[in-house]
């Protein structure tokens, strides 16, 4: 069975700087990983997922997120926040066999101006 | 990408009553979810909804309480049934692989919500 752990479930950043959300998984077999967003009474978009290709995934709205099995981490980044970015995020993997996704409990990015 | 709705976006309930939520996808897609987000928390998988044959539950999920139609490759529903006020959250669909719009089934696609709210 796989499972996310997504630490801190509150980040704020200043606009402008580095935006970092943790993301660790367990899995025993190799995972598909997926990163989500969801802004305030809308439902969930997808922003990138890794799928055994690269490493190094980007995404849309300038996120990326680096898959490292050595440490069982899926990190999102952004390397300028925006206003816009304000939402909640959540991190999220599926063993591929059934597609059936596990979600992290989710962090709440809020950006200062 | 496939568009993805849902009906009613949100609704307000009284106990004891079932509301039914519609999700209609514009294009045929392969597999089909429903999923659950409490207040403040993230999202639970209630089932997936089988074309043609009875939906798959998730521990914790039972046909009787959270019935699932899925009478074609397009459309499903799920019935929140005898309503308390902690069935209030929102319930999301989700679809994953399909014919067109939709490459593969390892990705899962969201619809935008219904918001349920129990009296």
């Known amino acids: 069975a796989q499972s996310v752990t997504q630490l801190g479930s509150h980040v704020s950043v200043s606009e402008g700087a580095l935006v970092l959300l943790r993301c660790n998984y367990s899995?025993?077999?190799?995972?598909?990983l997926f990163w989500y967003v969801q802004y305030p009474n809308q439902g969930l978009q997808l922003l990138l997922k890794?799928?055994?290709?690269?490493?190094l995934v980007k995404g849309i709205n300038g996120f990326e997120a680096e898959f490292k099995k050595s440490e069982t981490s899926f990190h999102l980044t952004k390397p300028s926040a925006h206003m816009s970015d304000a939402a909640e995020y959540f991190c999220a993997v599926s063993d591929g066999d059934d597609y059936k996704l596990s979600f992290g409990a989710g962090t709440t990015v809020t950006v200062r101006a | 990408s496939a568009v993805i709705s849902q009906k009613p976006s949100r609704d307000i309930c009284q106990r004891g009553t079932s509301l039914t939520i519609q999700c209609q996808v514009d294009s045929q897609v392969t597999m089909m979810f429903w999923y659950r987000q409490q207040p403040g928390q993230s999202l639970t998988l209630i089932a997936t909804?089988?074309?043609?044959?009875?939906?798959?539950?998730e521990s914790g999920f039972v046909i009787d309480k959270f019935p699932i139609s899925r009478p074609n490759l397009t459309f499903s529903t799920l019935t929140v049934s005898n309503m308390s006020p902690e069935d209030s959250s929102i319930y999301l669909c989700?679809?994953?692989?399909?014919?067109?719009?939709?490459?593969?089934?390892?990705?899962?696609?969201f619809g935008p919500g219904t918001r349920l709210t129990v009296l």
């Open positions: 899995s025993s077999v190799p995972p598909y």
């Open positions: 909804a089988n074309q043609g044959s009875e939906a798959t539950y």
């Open positions: 989700s679809v994953a692989g399909g014919l067109a719009g939709l490459s593969s089934t390892d990705t899962q696609y």
């Open positions: 890794y799928t055994s290709a690269a490493t």
